[in-house]
T-cell receptor, first 110, second 115 residues
Framework: QKEVEQNSGPLSVPEGAIASLNCTYSDRGSQSFFWYRQYSGKSPELIMFIYSNGDKEDGRFTAQLNKASQYVSLLIRDSQPSDSATYLCAGNQAGTALIFGKGTTLSVSS | EAQVTQNPRYLITVTGKKLTVTCSQNMNHEYMSWYRQDPGLGLRQIYYSMNVEVTDKGDVPEGYKVSRKEKRNFPLILESPSPNQTSLYFC??????????????FGPGTRLTVL
């Protein structure tokens, strides 16, 4: 069974700190990944798409992909209370199917 | 405004009564998908479509049907709903180019309760 795994959390960080969210995957054929943010009762919002090994930065967010070690991470700099949400990692299987992790809950305290 | 719309947003129905959840996107995307989200199980793909008249099963297709007769619409059909299909459903629309660009947007969700 091809899986994407995330620590469910909650991950608690103080306002202004760096939040680090991690995701591991079992399918070596997965070539690219998404990070989404989901507020309770709302639909997932796209944060980042990454397909190359290394880092990709977008504002306060940095995604890191390491295909050799089969992990993807998301760093959130200068965390704000409004970043409190569940963060979903998803891997692209061959073709167009996406496999989602169950998400990590982040809590940012002011 | 680029968007994915779903209707209805909330639905309470009874076992066995056929229903359709509509999904429409205005971004001319080729790929569309349906997901369900359940506590503790996360988001699971039900069906996806790569273009008009091209659909394929996701992880949990049992009890669902889809059709893609037009590029913008991708309805989800439950011919005989059962209580275990009570869930939060999301439609998604996706644009990809050779793996280098990939964006998937979700609709607002449909909360379905089957009694």
């Amino acid at each position: 069974q091809k899986e994407v795994e995330q620590n469910s959390g909650p991950l608690s960080v103080p306002e202004g700190a760096i939040a680090s969210l991690n995701c591991t995957y079992s399918d070596r054929g997965s070539q690219s990944f998404f990070w989404y943010r989901q507020y309770s009762g709302k639909s997932p919002e796209l944060i980042m798409f990454i397909y190359s090994n290394g880092d990709k930065e977008d504002g306060r967010f940095t995604a890191q992909l390491n295909k050799a070690s089969q992990y993807v991470s998301l760093l959130i700099r200068d965390s704000q209370p409004s970043d409190s949400a569940t963060y979903l990692c998803a891997g692209n299987q061959a073709g167009t199917a996406l496999i989602f992790g169950k998400g990590t809950t982040l809590s940012v305290s002011s | 405004e680029a968007q994915v719309t779903q209707n209805p947003r909330y639905l309470i129905t009874v076992t066995g009564k056929k229903l359709t959840v509509t999904c429409s996107q205005n971004m001319n995307h080729e790929y569309m998908s349906w997901y369900r989200q359940d506590p503790g199980l996360g988001l699971r793909q039900i069906y996806y479509s790569m273009n008009v008249e091209v659909t394929d099963k996701g992880d949990v297709p049992e009890g669902y049907k889809v059709s893609r007769k037009e590029k913008r619409n991708f309805p989800l059909i439950l011919e005989s709903p059962s209580p275990n299909q009570t869930s939060l459903y999301f439609c998604a629309s996706r644009y990809r180019t050779s793996g280098l660009t990939d964006t998937q947007y979700f609709g607002p969700g449909t909360r379905l309760t089957v009694l």
